[in-house]
């Protein structure tokens, strides 16, 4: 079993829509979270980064963890063509610096 | 433009043959990561460093890979006899230690191997 699981899709949602992306992990040593947004034959790019549990907002993104449950979520809202990419969640302890990441969900926003 | 920058950004080799890869951090930085990432997977933990130390390696990481960073400036990756296997993205990344030490991406040397 991976550390980290997300379902890959492809998700394909109207201009518009709210988008759900999530990810499960299994390790509660986790404590720092981040999203990171991949367009096509591009390196990462993080949009959104959050400690522990809770709730963080950003515009038109909004981040939430559940350590309990061991789940976090991406919800993008009014969801833009732009937007279309591939969502990889990722995640750290507190010892060392190296990232686990899920395996990344591709999202399609039609216009 | 002041990112991480990695080159070059396609490698076609042939298998057996030896390559190396360079990654150009944010100059501030004093850590720089080495992830492997496959087609419809996301990126794997390789190799970091801190300053010229290199701190921790993956299983990942056969003999066939080495990584350095001399001076503790830019990095270089070399993988030697290269294997149809080992095709796929390189990404470098780079950040300051402490805090919330957020990991920049560089956008990847893609290698494919024959």
């Known amino acids: 079993q991976k550390e980290v699981e997300q379902d890959p899709g492809p998700l394909s949602v109207p201009e518009g829509a709210i988008v759900s992306l999530n990810c499960t992990y299994s390790?509660?040593?986790?404590?720092?979270f981040m999203w990171y947004r991949q367009y096509s034959r591009k390196g990462p790019e993080l949009l959104m980064y959050t400690y522990s549990s809770g709730n963080k907002e950003d515009g038109r993104f909004t981040a939430q963890v559940d350590k309990s449950s061991k789940y976090i979520s991406l919800f993008i809202r009014d969801s833009q063509p732009s937007d279309s990419a591939t969502y990889l969640c990722?995640?750290?302890?507190?010892?060392?610096?190296?990232?686990?990441f899920g395996q990344g969900t591709e999202l399609s926003v039609k216009p | 433009d002041t990112g991480v920058s990695q080159n070059p950004r396609h490698k076609i080799t042939k298998r057996g043959q030896n390559v190396t890869f360079r990654c150009d951090p944010i100059s501030e930085h004093n850590r720089l990561y080495w992830y492997r990432q496959t087609l419809g997977q996301g990126p794997e933990f390789l190799t970091y460093?801190?300053?010229?130390?290199?701190?921790?390696k993956s299983r990942l990481l056969s003999d066939r890979f080495s990584a350095e960073r001399p001076k503790g400036s830019f990095s270089t990756l070399e993988i030697q006899r290269t294997e149809q296997g080992d095709s796929a993205m390189y990404l470098c990344?780079?950040?300051?230690?402490?805090?919330?030490?957020?990991?920049?991406f560089g956008p990847g040397t893609r290698l494919l191997v024959l």
């Open positions: 390790n509660s040593a986790f404590q720092y």
């Open positions: 990722a995640m750290k302890g507190n010892q060392g610096g190296k990232l686990i």
């Open positions: 990344a780079s950040s300051l230690q402490g805090g919330w030490e957020t990991q920049y």
């Open positions: 460093f801190q300053n010229e130390a290199q701190l921790e």
